[in-house]
């Protein structure tokens, strides 16, 4: 299989094709960061940030980006349907304070909560088979660590980062092949 990348590594105009291309591959994936969670994942981040206080919806938008070091910024025509349907099933309740909502967990919800054993998404790591924000960030690292190799990399560790990347991407798609 032929590799698009030069034989004698990165150097004068190839490093910037290179650190052009990461950028390019890091803007794409920031442009993704605020799409949809897995299901489950807007109502357990809810459920997780009420049973530590409660909070009005614009918070708890605020509150799982941060958490989630800006990878996830749920919209709010995720969260509050959300909200809507925890106070239809009486796991949490809203109350009007200075013209908002602010929602908090009722007994059943704050049961529900410690009988789940739930962790917040925002905690899961890519191994814990949620990891929605996960595989972009180790994506832009791994092409961050690629270019440092092309950059300052003798000509013989930039073949063995190669094959090393050659082999990762035969490992993905074998991986989507299971199925």
């Known amino acids: 299989m032929r590799s698009s990348y030069p ?3 990165f150097r004068g105009n190839n490093v910037d094709g290179m650190w052009q291309a990461v950028e390019e591959l890091r803007s794409r994936f920031e442009k993704r960061s605020g799409s949809r969670a897995g299901r489950g994942e807007v109502r357990s981040a809810v459920l997780a940030l009420l049973a530590e206080r409660p909070m009005h919806g614009y918070q708890i938008i605020r509150e799982i980006e941060e958490r989630s070091g800006g990878t996830w910024k749920p919209s709010a025509g995720s969260v509050y349907p959300t909200l809507q349907l925890l ?3 009486g796991i949490i309740r809203a109350e ?3 013209g908002r909502k602010i929602y908090s ?3 059943a919800g704050r049961e529900e909560v410690a009988g789940a054993g739930m962790s917040a998404p925002w905690e899961s790591g890519p191994a814990s088979g949620s990891g929605f924000a996960a595989l972009p960030k180790a994506g ?3 092409a961050q660590a690629a270019s440092q190799v ?3 990399g003798t000509p013989k560790q930039v073949q063995e980062a190669v094959a090393v ?3 990762a991407r035969r490992r993905l798609y074998a991986i989507l092949a299971q199925g």
Do not use: I, Y
Request: aromatic content about 0%; overall charge negative.
């Open 7 to 9: 034989a004698g590594g």
């Open 105 to 107: 967990l009722t007994e």
């Open 87 to 89: 106070a239809d099933e």
């Open 96 to 98: 009007e304070s200075n």
């Open 150 to 152: 092309g950059r300052t």
């Open 165 to 167: 990347l050659d082999d």
């Open 140 to 142: 832009v690292e791994l």
